[in-house]
């Protein structure tokens, strides 16, 4: 789990040890900087920061607005390196013509020509470039010139933005290691931010002063905080996967507004209780307001439910009818944009117009539902110190029959009841209700995913081997398969880029069930040939039993891993195989029998090999119990998956009789 530590509040009474940002001109890299040759601390980099700067303060010149400036040097030592020179600057809006800008862009690649004489290309302001990424967010990018191995590249911009609530983080961790990285923020004392630093490394240096009457406006003057935040040597960021946001794991500032005082002098607290949020959020119109609007759902419950009076029943025709009715714009958001009624008629909405239709439409049928808000996967964590809405950005619903609650979304048409996206499987989501106060409730997979496969396969006398292939997948499995086969226009399109995806082998006949009753294991099987090989007449055949879907190489690569192993879900895989080969062989070598298990009962690995006769029968058996294993049991998951890449490797050896 991440942890917060909280630094300090924004507002600072007395007087610490004085600390000024220390002198870092721009464009002038030092003889040191031009002779590295690579990084000691981290050899393996093709990059490093060299020095960073930010500084971030609130400025009054024409209004209220939060400048941020930044400048780094970056040495980059191979081709590996360049994508260090694609910079990017996200930049907000809202739908109030409400928007950041970024400008004094200055940027210039230093490099060393055939006669190691150091030169110089600067940045055309002809190629910064500014995309609209989407409703609320535009990207100002530009590319570094002449990039080349031994290159340094600087630059340094301005940015300016109106939402002083969401004052600028600062990451000390990216992608490639920091020598060095500095942040100074000086914040009026009219504005109490709450601050903590998140991730595994600590401050090298965490200073303050009190600056008097820096600050002017509406009239009156106030002192300011003036602070430093240093981290040195900071190792770069290595993204694996089965994570979340990597936001939740890499070493930052973060700054939440608490409350500020307005020129009347007037206190206003952003930071607030739960019980004042939940009665806002009931307020809002385009939260509480929707669900409010049950009535609109009464005069379709008849067709929908049909006289249905059995709770579970009648919800989950609600359910069935309210996921296959939408499409999803694909846009988050806790917040309906288009209204239930509206979204309702036209069949689309993003997610809150759509869960929140569906929260609705379950209160208008009389039973117990609530709306629960959610950070999903990609958004990180939620800050659970400082009470607010912020950190959420997606809603589902939730139901409560007999004592069971159930979390649905009715965003996607294949997904079964009381299975949530694997999106949303993040910690904790506030659950809403209108009748009572909110609270957390944990995010959890309700079903595993399991895959079980059986091969029944015969080496024939001509090499060809043949037989019939099944596979039963279940849980989240199920939902994957059925999303990769309705991605086709047919069952036979899907078919046919399945022997694509096995090109040595060809289908005769396939039989596949279940793909539209969602609640039910999905069913395929396959009638197969394949030429394993040219011909018997050799004194040793080799055959690789995994045929399909075989693990080549180990997802978990790095030496150490400093955040969790988030899976989503537990997991289940099965492989049986009974292969049958012609009684002039025999059984030469197999596969080692291999059981191996994590501690804490975190899963475990069986491999076994057995033959009688001119059958020989294989069992594998991978079994994860936990959705999300700490740090401290990387190494063992990683030996795990050692031993599942070795077994699979593996031969069987048949032989000639004698």
Request: proline share 4%.
């Amino acid at each position: 789990m991440n942890k917060f530590l909280l630094i300090m509040v924004a507002v600072i009474s007395t007087t610490y040890a004085v600390a000024q940002p220390e002198e870092f001109p721009f464009a002038k890299p030092t003889p040191a900087e031009f002779d590295l040759k690579k990084y000691d601390r981290d050899t393996t980099a093709n990059a490093v920061v060299l020095r960073e700067y930010g500084t971030a303060y609130i400025s009054t010149n024409v209004d209220l607005r939060l400048v941020f400036e930044y400048h780094v040097r970056i040495k980059i030592f191979n081709e590996k390196g360049f994508n260090a020179g694609d910079v990017k600057i996200r930049l907000h809006k809202n739908d109030n013509n409400t928007f950041e800008t970024v400008g004094d862009i200055e940027a210039i690649t230093f490099y060393p020509d055939d006669q190691d004489l150091i030169r110089k290309s600067v940045l055309d302001p002809k190629q910064i470039f500014k995309e609209n990424s989407n409703k609320y967010t535009d990207v100002t990018k530009f590319a570094m010139p002449n990039l080349r191995s031994g290159c340094i590249i600087e630059y340094k911009y301005r940015l300016e933005s109106p939402f002083i609530h969401h004052f600028r983080s600062w990451e000390f961790q990216a992608e490639i290691p920091k020598i060095y990285s500095e942040y100074f923020v000086r914040i009026p004392a009219v504005f109490n931010y709450n601050i903590s630093l998140r991730g595994p490394y600590k401050l090298t240096k965490n200073t303050g002063r009190v600056e008097k009457d820096c600050y002017s406006g509406g009239g009156f003057k106030s002192d300011c905080s003036a602070m430093t935040y240093v981290m040195e040597n900071v190792p770069a960021f290595v993204e694996e996967d089965n994570m979340t946001s990597p936001a939740n794991f890499l070493s930052a500032m973060y700054f939440e507004l608490s409350d500020y005082v307005d020129p009347r002098g007037i206190t206003h607290k952003l930071t607030k209780e739960w019980s004042s949020i939940d009665q806002e959020m009931k307020s809002y119109e385009s939260f509480g307001g929707q669900l409010k609007k049950r009535d609109y759902f009464k005069d379709k419950l008849a067709q929908v439910t049909g006289g249905i009076t059995d709770p579970l029943a009648k919800a989950k025709a609600i359910y069935n009818h309210m996921h296959t009715w939408f499409k999803w714009n694909n846009f988050y958001g806790i917040y309906s944009d288009n209204g239930i009624k509206k979204a309702y008629e036209s069949h689309t909405g993003n997610v809150a117009d759509i869960n929140l239709s569906l929260t609705a439409f379950m209160l208008a049928a009389g039973l117990d539902a609530e709306a629960v808000m959610l950070s999903t996967r990609r958004n990180g964590l939620i800050n659970k110190l400082f009470p607010g809405t912020s950190d959420f950005d997606y809603v589902v619903s939730k139901v409560n029959i007999a004592g069971q609650s159930y979390l649905l979304d009715a965003t996607e048409p294949l997904l079964p009841w009381g299975l949530l996206p694997m999106r949303c499987i993040n910690d904790q989501g506030r659950v809403m209700s209108l009748k009572k106060p909110s609270y957390w409730i944990d995010l959890k997979a309700s079903q595993k995913d399991q895959k079980t496969y059986t091969l029944a396969l015969t080496l024939q006398e001509d090499g060809k081997l043949t037989g019939k292939i099944t596979f039963i997948s279940s849980g989240y499995a199920a939902y994957k398969k059925r999303n990769s086969i309705k991605a086709n226009n047919s069952l036979e399109e899907y078919v046919e880029k399945l022997e694509e995806r096995w090109p040595k082998m060809k289908i005769h006949k396939f039989n596949i069930v279940n793909v539209d009753s969602l609640e039910k294991p999905v069913y395929e099987e396959y009638e197969v040939e394949t030429n394993a090989f040219d011909n018997l007449n050799k004194e040793k055949l080799f055959f690789n039993p995994f045929i399909l879907d075989r693990i080549s190489e180990n997802p978990f690569k790095l030496a150490e891993r400093s955040y969790p192993v988030d899976l989503g879900a537990a997991s289940e895989t099965r492989v049986n195989m009974q292969l049958t080969f012609p009684a002039k062989f025999e059984v030469a070598s197999k596969p080692e029998t291999v059981g191996l298990a994590l501690p804490n009962k975190g899963g475990k690995f069986v491999m076994q090999v057995s033959d009688e006769g001119n059958v020989l029968s294989l069992y594998q058996f991978t079994q994860l119990d936990k959705s999300v294993y700490d740090a401290s049991e990387y190494p063992y998951l990683k030996e795990l998956f050692n031993k599942i890449v070795l077994s699979q490797k593996a031969d069987i050896v048949l032989k000639k009789k004698i």
